[in-house]
């Protein structure tokens, strides 16, 4: 990916590429630090934040790509899986500093939403597109579907817990909610539980049952650009730091910018911010379902589902004991738990028979849809 220049032809095809789109949002890297040092707009602030947050984020996808491509497959899918969903986390980690905690689990809600939903939908949509139907293995797809059940009952329970012996669940309008020690302690127990579960899934995708998890397929030979690991670190380097930036620009205006606009922070976290963060690796599960992989389009939707849901939310939850005004319980509102009982219902079902078609990609968005606007109106 060398170019010379801003005239330098290769370099602008690339940024027209479905590779290269990302990177067309680099100027408002500097326009949110800019605005953010003259106090302008907490909306303008917000809006180009976020937009700010997609080359880097697709920066660190892409880095990690190329550092996965010269580790072998082991080393490999463990830097995939652990890079993954970072921008989502230092995101998340800027907002629990400032105390957002509904936010935070907002955002947790809706990137797993974002991914069954709108980015399977939108795989199956345009990967169906001229074809009868597409296949992928049933065997990877159900084994990730049943680890989203087991991040499901553990969103829940703690939920179920609160309404039975509690004050009930927090309202959409809350920022941060003290449930008490007993529910911390459920979550703490619960969050230990859910990564232990998400350390043997590695070891079950990643090496007893690599050749499942793991078929062949081109995506290394379509985003490797021959970066030598020096330079992959470097770039991962400088993605995270980039990503660590606009992160605390995008948080520290969440709360003005949602009056302006009069959108909740809880739509804000549950629609925006889940989407900013990953829409990168949402364009390449589309990308390869159009080119007929849906092996990796699955596993890119439901796998990050579930990293969400077994680690990052875990994660938060156990950093929240040191970092912000107070720990964070895992406990969901009313809109959060039942959105996230439905999508999991729906990945286990649309995945079951290892086929799909662009009709069950309409209907995924429609779900989505519906989802969003019940978030808009509440």
């Known amino acids: 990916m060398e170019s010379g220049g801003p ?6 095809r690339f940024l027209l590429t479905a590779q290269g789109w990302p990177y067309l949002f680099v100027p408002f890297i500097p326009l949110a630090i800019a605005l953010d040092l003259v106090d302008a707009s907490a909306t303008a602030i917000f809006f180009t934040a976020a937009l700010g947050i997609i080359p880097t984020a697709a920066l660190m996808g892409l880095a990690t790509e190329e550092l996965a491509t010269r580790s072998g497959p082991g080393i490999g899918g463990l830097l995939n899986v652990t890079f993954g969903n970072a921008p989502e986390l230092i995101i998340a980690l800027f907002a629990l500093g400032e105390g957002l905690q509904e936010v935070v689990k907002a955002s947790i809600i809706g990137s797993i939403l974002g991914n069954i939903l709108l980015v399977l939908g939108g795989a199956m949509l345009v990967g169906g597109i001229g074809r009868d139907r597409q296949r992928f293995s049933a065997t990877a797809a159900n084994a990730q579907s049943l680890m989203l059940f ?23 309008n809350a920022e941060r909610v003290d449930y008490g020690s007993t529910v911390e302690h459920l979550s703490i127990a619960v969050a230990l539980v859910l990564v232990a579960t998400y350390v043997a899934g590695l070891l079950f995708s990643l090496k007893t049952h690599r050749d499942i998890f793991n078929p062949p397929d081109q995506r290394s030979k379509e985003t490797a650009f021959g970066w030598s690991t020096r330079r992959s670190v470097l770039m991962l380097a400088i993605a995270g730091v980039a990503v660590g930036v606009m992160s605390e620009v995008l948080v520290g205006s969440i709360a003005e910018a949602s009056q302006s606009v009069g959108l909740s922070e809880f739509f804000i976290g549950v629609v925006v911010i889940a989407i900013v963060g990953n829409a990168a690796e949402h364009w390449v599960a589309v990308l390869v379902a159009h080119k007929d992989k849906m092996n990796l389009a699955v596993n890119i939707a439901i796998g990050s589902s579930a990293q969400v849901a077994l680690f990052v939310a875990p994660i938060l939850v156990l950093v929240s004991f040191v970092l912000g005004p107070e720990p964070m319980a895992l406990v ?9 009982l439905l999508a999991v219902l729906i990945a286990n079902s649309v995945t079951r028979e290892g086929e799909s078609t662009w009709f069950e990609g309409i209907q995924l968005l429609a779900v989505y849809l519906i989802l969003v606007l019940a978030f808009g109106f509440a």
Do not use: K, R, T
């Open 150 to 172: 087991l991040a499901a009952a553990a969103m829940v329970m703690p939920a179920i817990f609160e309404l039975v012996q509690g004050q009930g669940l927090p309202s959409v």
């Open 7 to 12: 005239h330098d032809a290769p370099g602008v």
């Open 332 to 340: 969901f509102n009313g809109f959060e738990v039942s959105a996230v």
